[in-house]
T-cell receptor, first 109, second 114 residues
Framework: RKEVEQDPGPFNVPEGATVAFNCTYSNSASQSFFWYRQDCRKEPKLLMSVYSSGNEDGRFTAQLNRASQYISLLIRDSKLSDSATYLCVVNINFNKFYFGSGTKLNVKP | NAGVTQTPKFRILKIGQSMTLQCTQDMNHNYMYWYRQDPGMGLKLIYYSVGAGITDKGEVPNGYNVSRSTTEDFPLRLELAAPSQTSVYFC?????????????FGPGTRLTVL
């Protein structure tokens, strides 16, 4: 079983739409959680960390449900520039990070 | 600051050849990591280091070796390259000490083994 699973998409949405991604993780001892963004043929970059109480950064909202072991990312008012692959990342045992395969988002004009 | 730099950007190897992928960071980070990313897949941890002189295996260490003689450098060595090692290799660093520390990635090395 994979440590982190994501719907690969692609999610094709029009500009201005709201889109949500989910991610599930298998290890209940996971300590910290992140969403990274990866543009085509580029390195991943941190989008936001995900805290237990949920957190928001502008148009982006992240939620964590430890009981069900899933993480979500909500993007409101999608922009063309949001087109990318979104990677769910889980930290286990402090030094080891597990990445999901990513969810591809295409925002269309 | 240059951040995390990797060389080379691209490389084609023949089966059985060896090479070293270079990674350098100028942020004085304690923690450094090597990942590989196969097409359409997430990143998988190969090796990591929590400081100079200290390294440990990640999820997929077979066929690779690392060393960490300085804080700045964390080279990855491929011995006897195989087609299964065709991948994009990313080096990353973080300040460490907290499980919520951000990882900063280099631009990657695209390796093809033929």
């Amino acid at each position: 079983r994979k440590e982190v699973e994501q719907d690969p998409g692609p999610f094709n949405v029009p500009e201005g739409a709201t889109v949500a991604f989910n991610c599930t993780y298998s290890n209940s001892a996971s300590q910290s959680f992140f969403w990274y963004r990866q543009d085509c043929r580029k390195e991943p970059k941190l989008l936001m960390s995900v805290y237990s109480s949920g957190n928001e950064d502008g148009r982006f909202t992240a939620q964590l449900n430890r009981a069900s072991q899933y993480i979500s990312l909500l993007i409101r008012d999608s922009k063309l520039s949001d087109s990318a692959t979104y990677l769910c990342v889980v930290n286990i045992n402090f030094n080891k990070f597990y990445f999901g395969s990513g969810t591809k988002l295409n925002v269309k004009p | 600051n240059a951040g995390v730099t990797q060389t080379p950007k691209f490389r084609i190897l023949k089966i059985g050849q060896s090479m070293t992928l270079q990674c350098t960071q100028d942020m004085n980070h304690n923690y450094m990591y090597w990942y590989r990313q196969d097409p359409g897949m997430g990143l998988k941890l190969i090796y990591y280091s929590v400081g100079a002189g200290i390294t440990d295996k990640g999820e997929v260490p077979n066929g690779y070796n690392v060393s960490r003689s300085t804080t700045e450098d964390f080279p990855l060595r491929l011995e006897l390259a195989a087609p299964s090692q065709t991948s994009v290799y990313f080096c990353a660093s973080s300040y460490g000490g907290s499980s919520y520390n951000e990882q900063f990635f280099g631009p990657g090395t695209r390796l093809t083994v033929l």
